[in-house]
T-cell receptor, first 111, second 115 residues
Framework: TQLLEQSPQFLSIQEGENLTVYCNSS?????LQWYRQEPGEGPVLLVT?????EVKKLKRLTFQFGDARKDSSLHITAAQPGDTGLYLC???????????FGGGTRLMVKP | DVKVTQSSRYLVKRTGEKVFLECVQD?????MFWYRQDPGLGLRLIYF???????EKGDIPEGYSVSREKKERFSLILESASTNQTSMYLC??????????????FGSGTQLSVL
């Protein structure tokens, strides 16, 4: 069974601060997705990375896939209260048809 | 806009009851999934379906069954609810898998409490 560990589990910061959350595994994944889930809603896809070393930017969010495709990070610059939510990483298997989810990082950004 | 609708936002049931959780998608997606979400454990796959009348066990199928009689509807059934099935249940759908950039579309979830 492939496992994904996310750290930290909880993060509370002030508006304007920078932060990084991590998603680590001993297994190789064919792809890595990041989702954000707001209270009372289902997760919504933010990004998919598929190539080792790939970096993608989405406004103030920067996503990186590790060279060995075993880990990923999400960096947020100048966090805003609207970034508050649960961030989930999910690794795709080689067939590309199944996802393994990490435990999530719950982020709170205080104004 | 794409939509995955779960029939109930909150449900309270008693131990031993048979529980039905309904999910409908309007995107003509082939694949549908049921996950449960517990704090710190992320999303764990219960069952999935690649097409009508097809079903496959996920990682934690014990105590659950599913039904997919129509393409747009995927039902999760708790045959005899137990307190350890208290959880948030999320339904998701996507087009036919096989592409690395396929994404899941999730419903808003059903918070089930079994007393």
């Amino acid at each position: 069974t492939q496992l994904l560990e996310q750290s930290p589990q909880f993060l509370s910061i002030q508006e304007g601060e920078n932060l990084t959350v991590y998603c680590n595994s001993s297994s190789v994944f064919s792809s890595l997705q990041w989702y954000r889930q707001e209270p009372g809603e289902g997760p919504v896809l933010l990004v998919t990375v598929v190539t080792g070393g790939e970096v993608k930017k989405l406004k103030r969010l920067t996503f990186q896939f590790g060279d060995a495709r075993k880990d990923s990070s999400l960096h947020i610059t100048a966090a805003q209260p609207g970034d508050t939510g649960l961030y989930l990483c999910a690794g795709g298997n080689n067939a590309g048809n199944m996802l393994t989810f990490g435990g999530g990082t719950r982020l709170m950004v205080k104004p | 806009d794409v939509k995955v609708t779960q029939s109930s936002r909150y449900l309270v049931k008693r131990t031993g009851e048979k529980v039905f959780l309904e999910c409908v998608q309007d995107m003509d997606h082939e694949n549908m999934f049921w996950y449960r979400q517990d704090p710190g454990l992320g999303l764990r796959l219960i069952y999935f379906s690649y097409d009508v009348k097809m079903k496959e066990k996920g990682d934690i199928p014990e105590g659950y069954s599913v039904s997919r009689e129509k393409k747009e509807r995927f039902s999760l059934i708790l045959e005899s609810a137990s307190t350890n099935q208290t959880s948030m249940y999320l339904c998701a759908s996507r087009t036919e898998g096989g592409r690395l950039d396929e994404k899941l579309f999730f419903g808003s979830g059903t918070q089930l409490s079994v007393l």
